[in-house]
């Protein structure tokens, strides 16, 4: 394909058109962290709260994306590096509708949660960093994964044979081994509330 005949096309409806729509901003809550450091049951309880309060929310949870979108890839390097583009890139079409998202993956490398902030305006990409004890994801495990890692059915598995990066400044940590969802829940309302992308009458 040639780029020289792909034109980006501008549309009459913004993205502030629909915030007005709204009556709220629409942003990209990055959550990341080890497997079983909740990053589902905290992004699927955020949504239900957002949603009680008539935000227009979705999530983009890292196994349902690999049902669909990237079903075509595996797991090294390289296709978790173009996993995680398509699903940038996803991210921001959502975003520019109005629609605040909720992103759960791994993404363990901090290059390529820049490569997705780079696509967004500033406090748009609110990265969400899930802190918790390796040995707290293990006992919970809840998919068992941990211990196919430990057996060495799973290679390069993040936390055990392949690295985890923490994030170097991320808007909001979350100790999850030490604080219960609710309270995990109203920081992340916090900062939306403190950044104005909802109100305060918006969210209880």
Not at 11 to 28: C, E, M, P, T, V
Not at 35 to 53: H, V, W, Y
Not at 172 to 194: C, Q, Y
């Amino acid at each position: 394909m040639n780029d020289q005949n792909i034109t980006w096309h501008n549309q009459k409806i913004g993205k502030q058109d629909r915030w007005l729509k709204n009556s709220h901003k629409s942003a990209l809550v990055w959550i990341t962290g080890l497997s079983a450091s909740g990053k589902s049951t905290i992004a699927n309880e955020l949504e239900r709260r957002l949603f009680q309060c008539h935000i227009n929310t979705l999530i983009l949870d890292g196994d349902n994306v690999r049902h669909g979108l990237s079903k075509d890839l595996g797991f090294t390097e390289k296709d978790r590096k173009e996993n995680l583009r398509r699903v940038g890139e996803m991210a921001k079409l959502l975003v520019d509708a109005g629609i605040l998202t909720i992103a759960a993956f791994i993404s363990p490398y901090n290059e390529d949660r820049m490569m997705i902030r780079r696509l967004f305006h500033d406090g748009e990409f609110i990265e969400v960093f899930l802190k918790c004890d390796l040995s707290v994801c293990e006992a919970r495990d809840p998919k068992g994964l941990y211990k196919k890692a430990r057996a060495g059915e799973i290679k390069d598995f993040t936390g055990i044979s392949a690295p985890y990066e923490q994030p170097e400044h991320p808007e909001i940590i979350l100790e999850t081994d030490r604080i219960p969802i609710d309270e995990s829940i109203e920081i992340i309302s916090s900062h939306l509330k403190n950044t104005g992308i909802i109100l305060n009458g918006q969210y209880l």
